[in-house]
C-alpha cells in the first residue's frame, strides 16, 4: 500500500482513476477501453464497487472498492491482487452512477 492516500472526491474521478490504473498494469491504451461497473450490495445497502476492464485476446482486469474501508484493490488478468491502496476522499458508494 503506498505511503500517502490517494485524493479523489467523486464517484466519475474513481472510475477514471481505476480505468487508468488497470490499462497501465497491462500497457492498454485508455481510451480504447472502458470500465464495466455494478454496485456491491450487503444486507440492501450499497457498500462499494466492482470494476471490470475486459482487454484484448480475453484479457479481464478488475478492482473493488469497499467504502466501508476507502480501499481500492486491483486485480490482474490472472486474478491476483497486484495493488491496494487506501483513499482520502470522501465518495459515498451510494452517488449516482453518472
Do not use: H
Not at 472502458?34 to 478488475?62: D, I, K, N
Amino acid at each position: 500500500m503506498p505511503d500517502a492516500p490517494v485524493a479523489l472526491q467523486s464517484l466519475p474521478e474513481l472510475r477514471e482513476y481505476v480505468l487508468r490504473t488497470l490499462c497501465a498494469q497491462e500497457n492498454l491504451i485508455v481510451e480504447q477501453f472502458s470500465l464495466q461497473e455494478s454496485a456491491l450490495m450487503r444486507r440492501g445497502v450499497c457498500c462499494g464497487r466492482q470494476f471490470a476492464l475486459f482487454g484484448p485476446r480475453s484479457v479481464r482486469l478488475g478492482a473493488v472498492w469497499a467504502a466501508d474501508r476507502n480501499d481500492l484493490y486491483f486485480y490482474d488478468a490472472r486474478g491476483e491482487r497486484f495493488r491496494k491502496e487506501r483513499l482520502a476522499g470522501a465518495i459515498t458508494a451510494r452517488q449516482d452512477a453518472a
